[in-house]
C-alpha cells in the first residue's frame, strides 16, 4: 500500500562506493513509493554509519551524526508543510535559492552569508574590499 505521507531520511548511497571506502550519504524522500535521492555533502563508512545509526558516536562522528539528524528534521518538516506534495514544491521549499550576483562584492557575500564557507579568513573580505564597486571578474560566472 503506497502513502499518501512524504518521508524523510538519510541513507548510504551504496550504489556509489569511493575509492576511500566512503558511502555518500543521501537524503531519501519517499511519496507513494517514489524514492528521490539528494546529496548531502557528507561521506560515512559503512562502520561509521552503523556507529551513527547506533548512537553511539563520538567527537567528529558525533557532529556527523547531529547533522544527519537536523537534515531529518528539517526535511520532514519541509515534506510536512506541503499540503499537496510534490518533489517539485519539496526542492523550492527546501533547497537554498540562488541569489543574484552581479559582482565579485556580492559573490563573496552571498558565499559567506549562506554558510558555504565558515572558516573564511577575515583577511579575504579586506581584499576583496579593495576591488572597486561593481568591478566583475571574466572568470566568475554570474
Given at each position: 500500500?503506497?502513502k499518501?505521507?512524504?518521508?524523510?531520511?538519510?541513507?548510504?548511497?551504496k550504489?556509489?562506493?569511493?575509492?576511500?571506502?566512503?558511502?555518500?550519504?543521501?537524503?531519501?524522500?519517499?511519496f507513494?513509493?517514489e524514492?528521490?535521492?539528494?546529496?548531502?555533502?557528507?561521506?560515512?563508512?559503512?562502520?561509521?554509519?552503523?556507529a551513527?545509526?547506533?548512537?553511539?558516536?563520538?567527537?567528529?562522528?558525533?557532529?556527523?551524526?547531529?547533522?544527519?539528524?537536523?537534515?531529518?528534521?528539517?526535511?520532514?518538516?519541509?515534506?510536512?508543510?506541503?499540503?499537496?506534495f510534490?518533489f517539485?514544491?519539496f526542492?523550492?521549499?527546501?533547497?537554498?535559492?540562488?541569489?543574484?550576483?552581479?559582482?565579485?562584492?556580492?559573490?563573496?557575500?552571498?558565499?559567506?552569508?549562506?554558510?558555504?564557507?565558515?572558516?573564511?579568513?577575515?583577511?579575504?573580505?579586506?581584499?576583496?574590499?579593495?576591488?572597486?564597486?561593481?568591478w566583475?571578474?571574466?572568470?566568475?560566472?554570474?
Amino acid at each position: 500500500m503506497k502513502k499518501n505521507l512524504a518521508t524523510a531520511s538519510v541513507v548510504p548511497d551504496k550504489r556509489r562506493g569511493k575509492n576511500d571506502g566512503c558511502l555518500p550519504l543521501k537524503l531519501r524522500i519517499t511519496f507513494k513509493g517514489e524514492r528521490k535521492y539528494y546529496g548531502t555533502g557528507m561521506d560515512a563508512t559503512e562502520e561509521e554509519w552503523q556507529a551513527i545509526q547506533q548512537k553511539v558516536a563520538k567527537g567528529e562522528l558525533k557532529k556527523k551524526s547531529l547533522a544527519v539528524a537536523e537534515i531529518e528534521v528539517n526535511a520532514q518538516k519541509c515534506c510536512d508543510g506541503i499540503p499537496n506534495f510534490s518533489f517539485v514544491q519539496f526542492e523550492k521549499e527546501f533547497f537554498p535559492k540562488k541569489l543574484e550576483v552581479t559582482d565579485l562584492k556580492t559573490a563573496f557575500a552571498s558565499y559567506t552569508y549562506r554558510g558555504m564557507c565558515r572558516y573564511t579568513h577575515p583577511c579575504a573580505s579586506v581584499a576583496i574590499g579593495k576591488f572597486p564597486d561593481g568591478w566583475v571578474c571574466p572568470y566568475i560566472p554570474y
